[in-house]
């Protein structure tokens, strides 16, 4: 069957560093894509892995390794905005995303 | 660029009557949509894929006859929720398709409440 699997929530402080680990497993791979979502609100995209490695972006990176099934995502120099669920999704070979259930980060001051 | 709206953002009617929601690509053609449900502290569920012109596909467990999609024109498609019922209360999100395959653009959410 099609798994994603991430915790369901993780706290950290103000202007640390938090990684949010995610693993999947479907059928066939077409990429691997992290969302931010806030209370209420529609998911916003955060980004695409679909080779291996590290991509960074500002604050945010994502890893991914295909061969392990793992990605995760790397946010630094927190910030209280920060605070959200972040959706792993892979998407799998039918170009179907398969959603992970989410990891609720709260920041502290 | 890549602009989905929703309209309306939140909807409140009795139990027994029908919503509609409308999703629309506001710069950009989408050949198809992606209806999701998603339901307080849980994840996204994919209730199914419409494509323009044609019948949508519906995920497992949802009920077609219920949950009616229609995808007329490459901007828009509605989602009629028939006959609503409290427990059909949820938020409900449309992502556009873009031109890659692998490109999906997410409107800001209907929450409907039946009451």
């Known amino acids: 069957g099609q798994n994603i699997d991430q915790p369901t929530e993780m706290t950290a402080t103000e202007g640390a560093i938090v990684q949010i680990n995610c693993t999947y497993q479907?059928?066939?791979?077409?990429?691997l894509f992290w969302y931010q979502q806030h209370a209420g609100e529609a998911p916003t995209f955060l980004s695409y892995?679909?080779l291996d490695g590290l991509e960074e972006k500002g604050r945010f990176s994502s890893f991914l390794s295909r061969s392990k099934g793992y990605s995760y995502l790397l946010l630094k120099e927190l910030q209280m905005k920060d605070s959200a669920s972040y959706l792993c999704a892979a998407m799998d070979s039918n170009y179907q995303l398969i959603w992970g259930a989410g990891t609720k980060l709260i920041i502290k001051p | 660029g890549a602009v989905v709206s929703q309209h309306p953002s939140w909807v409140i009617c009795k139990s027994g009557t029908s919503v509609k929601i409308e999703c629309r690509s506001l710069?950009?053609?989408?050949?198809?949509m992606f209806w999701y449900r998603q339901f307080p502290k849980q994840s996204l569920m994919l209730m199914a894929t419409s494509n323009e012109g044609s019948k949508a596909t519906y995920e497992q467990g949802v009920e077609k006859d219920k949950f009616l999609i229609n995808h007329a024109s490459l901007t828009l498609s509605t989602l009629t929720v028939t006959s609503a019922h409290p427990e059909d209360s949820s938020f409900y999100i449309c992502s556009a398709g873009g031109q890659a395959r692998n490109e999906q653009y997410f409107g800001p959410g209907t929450r409907l409440t039946v009451t």
């Open positions: 892995n679909v």
């Open positions: 710069d950009f053609q989408a050949t198809t």
């Open positions: 479907t059928s066939g791979f077409n990429g």
